[in-house]
């Protein structure tokens, strides 16, 4: 019995130590150490045994038990940290490999030239109004002295949500927001989107930005309106740049001026980019209607003031010299790629 019980040992250890995995270790487990199993046999027969060999020979089949069962813990312990360091290999990030470089946005042209005019006003004391796209017909046209039938309205055809409710179609309605809501001294700029019923083309879009002014206080005169204005495109356009004022209509502003400024490309010398004017339209401006100010509360006969209205895709065209507005609407990357 003692023999058989050494033999028992002796192949269970080189089977535990030849087990493959955690699985093939289980199996091996229940076959050795079982009910079924040739230890469990032996102990079944203790019976027979004489009353002075019995507790030798148990003492020496538990021992036997016990060494088995300490053997299969430490294999599984071992077969675990093996495995576990096989998984730990296997998911090695090697810190070492280049990375992939993620996207960086930019400004769009028009945002960064609107960054920069906004910028320009706030040094001069402005501050920046915000008005509703989706706007009353009184605030569009009539407050700016634009009745239902005035034939100006016609240049201007819009998008409409009711007979009364239509995409603006000028920032020039935020001055009538900003006069109702706030006593002179007034000094504001609007920049935002402005719509109308156009069809697209190089210089044509049915949505597009402008950027309103308008300064109202006791004492403004057109000497205001001409010195804030080259100061603008000093900034825009450089030191050496001039304006030059030509004499329009606009039904909010009396008297008013379309606003040229000298040619980037040639200084006034005239060529092709300017069609030999040396000067190239930018904006409209003129001082504000007694009629506008009196609609929204303001005495006229004790203030006066100037506004003017700029268009961004023209502002930034220029400056970038883009020759085709819907490049600015496209959004193709490789175009807005460039502007840094
Ligand atoms: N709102 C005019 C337009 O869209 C531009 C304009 C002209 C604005 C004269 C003004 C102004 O404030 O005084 O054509």
């Known amino acids: ?3 058989q019980l050494r033999q028992i040992e002796e192949k269970a250890k080189e089977a535990i130590s030849a087990a493959a995995d955690l699985k093939a270790l289980e199996e091996l487990r229940v076959r050795v150490l079982g009910k ?3 230890l469990s046999g032996i102990l ?3 019976g027979k045994l004489s009353a002075e060999e019995r507790p030798k020979m ?3 089949a538990n021992k036997v038990r016990s060494d088995i069962e300490t053997l299969l813990s430490e294999k599984t312990e071992a077969l675990r940290n093996a495995a576990q360091n096989a998984r730990m290999a296997a998911e090695t990030v090697d810190v070492t490999m280049p990375g992939t470089k993620p996207p960086v946005g930019r400004l769009h042209p028009l945002q960064t030239v609107e960054n920069e005019i906004k910028e320009i006003f706030l040094g001069m004391g402005f501050s920046v109004a915000d008005g509703p796209e989706v706007e009353y017909d009184y605030y569009n046209f009539e407050a700016l002295n634009l009745p239902p039938d ?7 055809d819009t998008f409409y949500i009711t ?3 239509l995409l603006r179609t000028q920032t020039s309605s935020v001055q009538v927001h900003v006069m109702e ?3 002179p001294p007034i000094r504001i700029i609007s920049p935002g989107r402005v719509y109308r019923s156009d069809a697209v083309d190089a210089t044509h879009s049915p949505l597009f930005h402008q950027i309103e002014g308008l300064v109202v206080d006791k004492g403004i005169t057109m000497a205001d309106l001409k010195g804030t204005l080259e100061l603008l495109m000093r900034r825009l356009y450089g030191e050496d740049c001039k304006i030059r004022l030509r004499p329009h209509h606009f039904p909010f502003t009396e008297p008013s001026a379309e606003v040229d400024v000298m040619c980037f490309s040639c200084h006034g010398k005239g060529c092709r980019v300017c069609k030999g004017e040396g000067y190239i339209e930018l904006l409209g401006a003129g001082m504000v209607h007694p009629k506008v100010l009196e609609g929204c509360g303001i005495d006229s006969s004790v203030y006066s003031g100037f506004a003017f209205g700029l268009g961004l895709e023209r502002v930034a065209m220029r400056r970038y010299n883009i020759s085709d507005m819907r490049l600015l609407f496209e959004n ?3 175009f807005l790629e460039q502007f840094r």
């Open 1 to 3: 019995m003692k023999e």
């Open 36 to 38: 079924k199993s040739e």
């Open 44 to 46: 079944k027969q203790m």
């Open 58 to 60: 148990g003492q020496l």
């Open 150 to 156: 005035h034939p100006a309205r016609d240049t201007q």
């Open 163 to 165: 007979d009364q409710i």
């Open 181 to 183: 809501h706030q006593k």
């Open 332 to 334: 193709d990357m490789r």
